[in-house]
């Protein structure tokens, strides 16, 4: 009997890595990862939230790994690799999640910062990336990397001269990456709209400021961490199998700033 199409969408017994898989959207994708029958390594800076995460994927019947790791650090992805190699076998899909940087005007913002935030958002990702694709293709025979990217880099807003330009970096380098990695390896990316995770407590925490973006994005609502899972289950699995280097924009229809950070007149 031929598969239905709801087939494609299952994972099982697939190895995924997520980077800041402690909380928000990284732990929202390991999560449904694992509900699509994939086994999870869950990799971030805090043990306690990474633990607690892979708790959530074994509790869905699922084998976890929780790795901790600082991005920054080359070793610790060097180890990330090899340790998810050592105690699976595989890997056939990695998200690289881990990134973010606060908003600054473009006049306070130091060449140094210019090139952390670079770093953290794009760097990272490439570096994983280059790591975990030769393992990839040995021990699977392909696989499947989904970068997430935000609407930042897309929409021009001030005060995001860097974490903007960042992940309109992280964007094209995922368009780059698609290319040269095919057939074997896909990579695709998302751009993320504004998501009600911690990073915007302080919006959370704002009834004014919330309804303001929640009145600025055409959808009326802020997103879920779920809203970004989905996406990445699909780009993960055999649904996908035809999607290479693209960026999917999941936004709420966003297509201008929702709020205007203040910045000083020249």
């Not at 994708?29 to 971030?44: I, K, Q, T």
């Not at 910062?113 to 958002?121: L, R, V, Y």
Request: aromatic share 6%; net charge negative; glycine share 8%.
């Amino acid at each position: 009997m031929p598969a239905v199409i709801l087939d494609r969408f299952r994972l099982d017994d697939r190895v995924a890595v997520v980077t800041g898989a402690g909380r928000g959207i990284g732990a929202g994708c390991a999560r449904a990862l694992a509900d699509a029958g994939a086994h999870v390594v869950v990799a971030a800076r805090t043990p306690e939230e990474i633990e607690g995460t892979a708790k959530e994927v074994e509790a869905r019947g699922r084998r976890s790994l929780a790795v901790e790791c600082d991005v920054m650090e080359r070793a610790d992805l060097e180890r990330l690799v090899e340790t998810t190699r050592e105690v699976f076998g595989r890997i056939d899909i990695v998200v690289n999640n881990a990134g973010g940087w606060p908003p600054r005007e473009a006049l306070r913002t130091s060449e140094r910062a210019m090139d952390e935030a670079f770093h953290f958002n794009v760097t990272t990702a490439f570096v994983l990336s280059r790591l975990a694709v030769p393992v990839m293709v040995e021990t699977a025979g392909s696989g499947s990397i989904v970068n997430i990217s935000s609407r930042a880099g897309a929409i021009v807003q001030p005060g995001f001269a860097a974490y903007g330009t960042a992940k309109a970096a992280l964007s094209f380098l995922t368009r780059q990456l698609g290319t040269e990695f095919a057939p074997k390896v896909r990579v695709n990316a998302i751009e993320v709209g504004s998501v009600a995770t911690d990073a915007l407590a302080f919006v959370m925490q704002d009834d004014a400021m919330r309804r303001q973006m929640e009145q600025a994005t055409p959808m009326r609502r802020l997103g879920h961490v779920d809203d970004i899972a989905a996406c990445v289950v699909y780009l993960s699995s055999d649904a996908a199998s035809w999607v290479t280097a693209k960026v999917f924009e999941v936004d709420g229809g966003l297509e201008h700033p929702q709020f205007s950070f203040p910045t000083t007149p020249l």
